[in-house]
């Protein structure tokens, strides 16, 4: 014996008040229904029929639909297979409300019973394995709040307060929002629940004190824009309070389950509230729809014999027309929008019909429609109504826009005036008109947390909202042009900028150049160098077989004068651009020649020394040293291993131009050559330091020799200058990498090139041309046998 089939009886639970908009959406499914009925061609020689049942918000979800899924005598049978089972009603429009849909449709997918859907968003409602019977005539929730962030957007705002109801659509739709805002650059300053009171609208007295505590917050904060994403029996308190604490100049951005409600706009005093602006579908005029929905039902109610049900509201209301009526101008006015979604659903199930029954153009089949068949022909659906193509994508979506609307009320016009439009396939936001702002000068409202840094500054992040910041100033060397970003770029190394710069600029090249005055008189007195040296080397070569001339060193003056000629000539490679031959001729060619002139001047200090000092103590080695010229030998021992080491040091250090940056002055480059190079000149000079050491001694020791032979003054004070200045310029060099380093670098050479000139050789030229009684063979061996007679 099978277990009896559950039985269900349709009653009214509770009488509430008319709900406008639910009631517009009821008529709108009459109207489509009567419509398809007297029209012959979509189903003709059959009538669509209808049961409307009020869900009351949530209450009464479960009765309903199974009072649908029943057959005509209330029972609903348990069995295994429901492919051949026929429920009362062949599909289900509504409810409005996601939490209701998903309740609703639990059971429904059971039995493959088609459900349409004309105001539930909830993007979960996409998934096709949990609702496989589902489609929906209005695009989803994250169309929807992509919309209203992209309005966001347009009007520069990105300190928002987010308000969402106590229940499903809520917390979902609040969560959705908070995910489509990530790296927006829009910060939510705090987010509360609005508390859900009954469906009579009893406000519970916690939930009052909540709801004032609230509206104070907003009061608070310095947001001015609220984006409110709940249903709208939680939102008639709600303003009731906003207007109690004279909230004002609040811009209000409506979800669609509010925002072209007419009993909300017709609010006592809402628009002292601020500016309403809401997402909701376009406008679709359904042409007779206004006067159907105020006419009088002449349906009588049916007698109470037991036999029937209690009547309810489907067709035969006191209070349901009355309400329409008195919104009948508003709801003109505003046109048909959702009440479209409903026409359309009545319209789809009436093309699957026309398709699943084979419907000619006077007659249809009569065949038993199962619901699973009629659902495989709603998905097939591609039809025109209303100059709008219409089919259902792979979620049971259909492509629809949305439109943002502003409240408005002034006497004749749309309530709910369209001032933009969004694409989700293209997702782009078309605006088409300007927004009347509910402000002193009907500007657009400011909302932001912190005012907009100026170019050249950067965000420094105040508290956790990257919204929040202060503005600060870039530093040198860095820059900044773009506002949205957090930090300040870098310059490229060969760039600089100021503090609170937006674009950096090229760096002066600086460089040793002829126009500085330094430059000028180190040229100058490298000329006069060249002149004089020039003048010395005549003069020694016309007076080459004085014994003057011979004491100095004879053929050997002439080979000390030309690279001093030659390092003068060189003076200018240390001025200009520097280039690589500049660089390599100063590291090689330029040491080179004074390494020469000391060599020379060591063999001269020695051989004299030699001749009075030590000639008569070690005369062989004497002779050996005159008999296979040893002076020049020296010379060019002493050379060639200077051009060993100058060779080495140019093939190991580089000797290619560098830039260095000048920490003082950041502002420019230093061209210079290779910053290593200094480590070449110290390793160049180590030679001419000791042969300086050695000149210095060998002069100290003929500090007694006979006038004409003493030198010691002159090489001494050489010397001691080429030693000390070598010194300096090598602490200089390890502390200082400017363009100085090159002006004393090139300054110390002159100088001691002038010492070696006019210290050597500018005393004998003086004898030579004033005292050339003192540049004879006589005079030279009296001078001799007198020194000679003093050491005896």
Known sequence: MSPPSPSFSLVPILSYETKVLGYNLMQAMRF????????????????????????CYLTNNIQPVLYFLAKENFSLPIQQDYSNYLPRVVAVI???????????????????????TYSAISNELRDRSRFPSLFRTIPSGSHQME???RIIIHFHWNWVILLVSSDDYGRENGHLFSEKLEGRDICVAFQESLPIPSPNRVVMPQDKRRMEGLVAKIRRSTAKVVVVLSLDLALYTFFEEVLRQNLTGTVWIASESWSIDPVLHSFFSVRRAGTFLGITTPIVPIPGFSDFRIRRSEVRKPAMDGKHPQPTCNQECDTCPDAAESYNTVLTLSGERVVYNVYLSVYIVAHALHSLLDCEAARCSRDEVYPWKLLQEIWKVNFTLLDRRIFFDEQGDLPLGLEIIQWQWEDGHNPFNSIAFYNPAEQRLFVATNISWHTANNTAPSSVCSKSCQPGQWKRPVGLHPCCFECVDCAPGTYHNLSEDFECQHCPLNEWSNAGAIQCYKRRLQYLEWQEPLTIIVVILATLGFLSTLAILIIFWVHFQTPMVRSAGGRMCFLMLTPLLVAYVSVPVYIGRPTVFTCLYRQTLFTLCFTVCIACINVRSFQIVCIFKMASQL?????????YNGPYVFVVLI???KVGIVVSSAMAIPTSPTILYDNENPQIMILNCNINSRKAILFNTSLDLILSIFGFSFSYM????????????FITLSMTFY?????????????????LLTIFDVSITVINLLSISMGYFGPKCYMILFYPQRNTLAY??????????RKE
């Open 32 to 55: 489509a229904v009567e419509e398809i009925n007297n029209d012959s061609s979509l189903l003709p020689g059959l009538l669509l029929g209808y049961e409307m049942v009020d869900v």
């Open 94 to 116: 509504g409810p409005d409300t996601a939490e209701s849909v998903v309740t609703v449709n639990h059971l429904l997918s059971l039995f493959l019973l088609p459900q349409i």
């Open 147 to 149: 919309a209203m962030i």
């Open 619 to 627: 005369p062989h080695a004497y002779s050996y040293w005159v008999k």
């Open 639 to 641: 050379t060639l291993l």
């Open 702 to 713: 003929g500090k007694e020799l006979p006038t004409n032979y003493n030198e010691a003054k």
């Open 723 to 739: 030693f000390a200045s070598s010194a300096f310029l090598c602490t200089f060099m390890s502390v200082y990498q400017g363009v």
């Open 780 to 789: 030279f061996n009296n001078v001799i046998q007198g020194y000679t007679m």
